[in-house]
Structure formats: structure tokens, C-alpha cells
């Protein structure tokens, strides 16, 4: 397949480099990203290009390709935005992958790797897929949700202490959950407290949200209650496995409460549970779920080889584990270690995560969860089309820039203070700015993005353009907070200058 790759002068070189194996055209003009189709199908008229099967233009060109073809007689797509991503674009193109006249390569790719998640949910969500799953022994329903060996691993959220909020706290609470990617909302219950009759609520909460609700508590007389209401129980051991018989599902726990004992090396833990087991299901219960119950440090270690040596010894048992437990227990950005979590899920078969995000610092881990697992579905945790790279990037973009022969050397000059002068805070999704005349609060700007809040205050108060990129600089700062989850002080750096040599401790010569 013969294809061209239009480009400029200045990304010439970064596309022969990563363009290996096809011709190169390179445009009269500086920055491929002022060119537009029309210019495009000009100079390639004017160069007389025939022959080819294919021609690529840049993904940053505004408007669609097709007017080139049509001028050209040649099949015209946009590639990728940055040139660095060429040979993972030419290479899917060989194979057969449809490229867009409008859409760039690279945007066209996470379509269609979000596409290939969702075609591999929706089979395990076919009427015949779950009918034949659910004939085996490792697949069960919890309420109406099929989950086991042979469905892709369902991430509970753990509503912390749901007794202190009210109903409506809880369903805003499960709804944000959902939208985040859970599939099973876990009401968590009050260590050291009673409160049976707050479960008369969970019908109603089920209701609401129409996912099946679990009932997380070690409390006897609440889990007692939970058999009624509740759609799974979380967490029965050997101190209450005898009085709690039930066909709904539940989860095992190697611990026994009343006495205190929670076995620590992984043999003695996995041949606890494993008698553990045995013992509910010579009681009757039906759909068991096993948790040998993974730790942070400094016990994260023992309880991996825990979790490793139970599916070794048990490869057709349901598993749970609460990975919430590390995330709020490790004070390191969240992504990173969610998409470890999520690949030992995959490794290990396990059918079921608990999390939470009851600190700051742990908001949003169930969509990363919900991402982590996504890339295993693809295939795993690398090249996939898929990552939780947030704050890092996989590859370094190259990018050529002029220089003008005239370099100015930036200076700051006193600052003239102006009779308006600007607050901004973030609150609930948006982007707040007090604007104020001396002390007098004169107006609250609100929106969601800088572009139009920047535009508005423009146009109500005469500021200066160095004022103006102070907002505009504040308010992209405040953005990029509400992404993240961050919290946002005026003129604070976002980000700690973790990489500066200042932030660490050397020894002195």
C-alpha cells in the first residue's frame, strides 16, 4: 500500500522518522497546523501527486479531508495529531482499520477501544451467554447480576457509615458510584454500633438505583436483618457462620470475632477459610464468596501470596477482595495503584472488588478501577488503547518550533494596580469568580470552563491584558483542579514540586 503523509517544514523530520515506509510531503508553510484542506489540495494539485492508495494529513488540520479527495482523486483520512503516534496508526491501517475524514487518527482509536469494551460487556450481558453461564457452579446472580468465573469482575462502592447520612445523601452518594463505574452499591455499617432498623431502608435504596445493594457489617443481629433486605452479605466468619444460614450470596472471612483470631501466615489463612467453607456449605448456605482479605503495608506481601496460594488450591471458587483497603491506606496517587489492583484481579481470577472513596485522596479510584479492568478485558495493563497515565505521559511528544532571529528576554515590570480586582473558587463541578470593587463584592461569574468566564469578565470590566493572563493562567489552573479532584487555592501551585532536588535529602560532602 502506497501511502503520503502530508506534513510541514518544521515536522518533516519527526514524520520521516516515525513514517518509516511511506513518501512525504511537506508543505510550503511552517506549522502543519495552519494548513487547511484547502491549501493541502492546492499544493498537491500544483505538485501533480498521483499514484498513491492513501494520503494522510495531519490530525490538528481544521475541517474535513474530503475535500481533498475529491479534488485529488485520491482516498484522504486525518492521522494522528502528533507524529509520534504514526507507526501505531499505519500499522492498524495495514490491518484493515477505517480512518476518518474528520476525526483524528488517535481520537478515532480510544472510539474504538472503548467500542471493543463495551462489545465484550454486552456479551456477558446476551440472555443466552448468562443462561448457559449460570448452569455452573462458579457463576451466580446477586440480585439480577450475573457474576462468577465467567463475567468480567464487578466493582462494588462501599457507601462509608451509611447510617450517619440520610436517604438522600446515600442515593446521591450510590448514584455518583454508578455513574463512576460500580455495579454493586455496598452499604457499609457503623463499627461497634447497632442500627437493624436503619436496613429497613435498603429496599427503597435498591429501588432507587436499581443495582443490587450489599450489606457490609460484622455486627450479628444487622446481618441477621440483611438476610431479608439485603442482595449480599458482607462478611460472615467463624463466629456467626452457624447462625446466619442463607441461600442468598455472602462472603467468608478467615477470622473468628468472638474469640478475636485472625490467622496471619498465608498457609494458615487459606486453610482456615478453606474449613471455613466447607463448614457453610455443610450447613446449607448455596452461592459462597471467599475473601482471604488483602492488606496494606506492611502486610500487603503475605496477604498477594495469600490471595495466590488460594486460587492455586481453589480455581473454581468466587473471589472477593477489598482493595479499598490499600488505596486509602497509601498515600501515593491512586491510578497507578488501581491499575495494579485491577491487573491482579485479572491474574487472579477475582470476581469482585470492594472500594471506596471515603478520603480525599482517593477520589475517583472507582473509575479508575473501572479503567484498570476495562484494559485487562483488552488484554492487559499495556498497549492496549487504554491507560491510567494521568499525570505522566507513555512517550514524550516531539515537537519542532522557530525561533525569530530577534530573542526577547522576558522581565516582569511593576504591577498598576486596577479598580477591579478577582476570587476564584471551585465548588460542585464549576468554576466560581468573585469580581469586586474595593471591598464591595460587585458580581459572582460562574461557568465551567476558563474560555467563557475569561470572555465574560472581559466584556463586563475593563481589565488589562496582563490582568487578563493572570486570569486566564488562574483559571486554567482551577480547571485542571476539577479534573482531578484537586482543591484549588488562588496562586497556589496545583502540583508539589516533587522532582525539584530541593524536595529531597542528600548528604553532605
Not at 47 to 64: E, F, R, T
Not at 242 to 268: A, S
Not at 316 to 344: F, H, K, R, W, Y
Not at 418 to 444: H, M, P, Q, W
Request: one cysteine or more; glycine letters at 6%.
Amino acid at each position: 500500500m502506497r501511502i503520503l503523509l502530508v506534513t510541514g517544514k518544521l515536522a518533516e523530520p519527526i514524520v520521516r522518522k516515525y513514517g518509516k515506509g511511506c513518501d512525504v510531503f511537506v508543505a510550503p508553510v511552517t506549522v502543519a497546523a495552519f494548513l487547511t484542506p484547502r491549501m493541502i489540495a492546492d499544493y498537491l494539485e500544483k505538485a501533480g501527486v498521483k499514484g498513491y492508495d492513501m494520503i494522510l494529513i495531519p490530525g490538528l488540520v481544521k475541517g474535513s479531508a474530503k475535500e481533498i479527495e475529491d479534488r485529488v482523486g485520491i482516498p484522504t483520512y486525518k492521522g494522528p495529531k502528533n507524529a509520534i503516534d504514526l507507526p501505531a496508526v499505519l500499522k492498524a491501517v495495514r490491518e484493515g482499520f477505517k480512518l476518518s475524514r474528520e476525526v483524528p487518527a488517535d481520537e478515532l482509536f480510544s472510539k474504538d477501544t472503548l467500542k471493543r469494551v463495551e462489545d465484550v460487556r454486552n456479551k456477558t450481558f446476551n440472555k443466552r451467554y448468562i443462561e448457559k453461564a449460570l448452569k455452573k457452579p462458579w457463576n451466580f446472580l446477586i440480585g439480577n447480576l450475573p457474576v462468577g468465573l465467567d463475567f468480567p469482575t464487578r466493582i462494588l462502592g462501599e457507601i462509608i457509615d451509611a447510617p450517619k447520612l440520610t436517604m438522600d445523601e446515600i442515593i446521591q452518594r450510590a448514584k455518583y458510584y454508578l455513574r463512576e463505574g460500580a455495579d454493586i452499591i455496598d452499604i457499609g455499617m457503623i463499627s461497634g454500633e447497632t442500627n437493624v432498623d436503619f436496613l429497613d431502608a435498603i429496599p427503597e435504596i435498591r429501588e432507587k438505583v436499581q443495582v443490587p445493594i450489599s450489606l457490609d457489617s460484622l455486627n450479628p443481629k444487622e446481618l441477621r436483618k440483611g438476610i431479608e433486605v439485603a442482595d449480599l452479605l458482607l462478611s460472615i466468619d467463624w463466629s456467626t457462620v452457624e447462625d446466619l444460614v442463607t441461600e442468598k450470596p455472602v462472603v467468608l472471612i478467615p477470622t473468628h470475632m468472638k474469640k478475636g483470631y485472625f490467622p496471619t501466615t498465608p498457609e494458615e489463612r487459606v486453610k482456615y477459610l478453606e474449613n471455613l467453607k466447607e463448614k457453610a456449605k455443610e450447613l446449607g448456605y448455596k452461592n459462597i464468596i471467599l475473601d482471604p482479605i488483602l492488606e496494606h503495608y506492611p502486610n500487603f506481601g503475605r496477604s498477594i501470596t495469600t490471595l495466590y496460594l488460594y486460587r492455586e488450591r481453589n480455581p473454581e471458587d468466587v473471589l472477593l477482595s477489598g482493595v479499598g483497603n490499600v488505596t486509602e491506606m497509601t498515600d501515593a496517587d491512586s491510578p497507578g495503584i488501581n491499575a495494579i489492583l485491577a491487573g491482579l484481579a485479572g491474574e487472579l481470577k477475582i470476581s469482585l472488588l470492594l472500594t471506596t472513596e471515603a478520603s480525599q485522596k482517593c477520589k475517583g479510584s472507582i473509575r479508575e478501577l473501572r479503567r484498570g479492568l476495562d484494559m485487562i478485558l483488552l488484554g492487559g495493563l499495556k498497549d492496549v488503547g487504554l491507560s491510567l497515565l494521568i499525570l505522566k505521559e507513555k512517550r514524550r511528544k516531539e515537537v519542532k518550533f522557530e525561533k525569530a532571529r530577534r530573542i526577547i528576554k522576558a522581565r516582569s515590570k511593576p504591577v498598576k494596580l486596577e479598580s477591579v480586582y478577582f476570587r476564584i473558587f471551585i465548588d460542585k463541578g464549576k468554576i466560581y469568580v468573585n469580581a469586586y470593587r474595593g471591598t464591595k463584592l460587585v458580581a459572582t461569574i460562574e461557568g465551567n470552563e476558563p474560555n467563557s468566564i475569561i470572555d465574560t469578565i472581559i466584556e463586563m470590566f475593563n481589565i488589562s491584558p496582563r490582568h487578563a493572563f493572570y486570569l486566564g493562567r488562574e483559571l486554567e489552573k482551577a480547571y485542571t483542579a476539577l479534573k482531578l479532584g484537586k482543591s484549588y487555592i488562588q496562586e497556589e501551585e496545583l502540583f508539589p514540586d516533587f522532582y525539584s532536588s530541593e524536595t529531597f535529602i542528600t548528604k553532605k560532602k
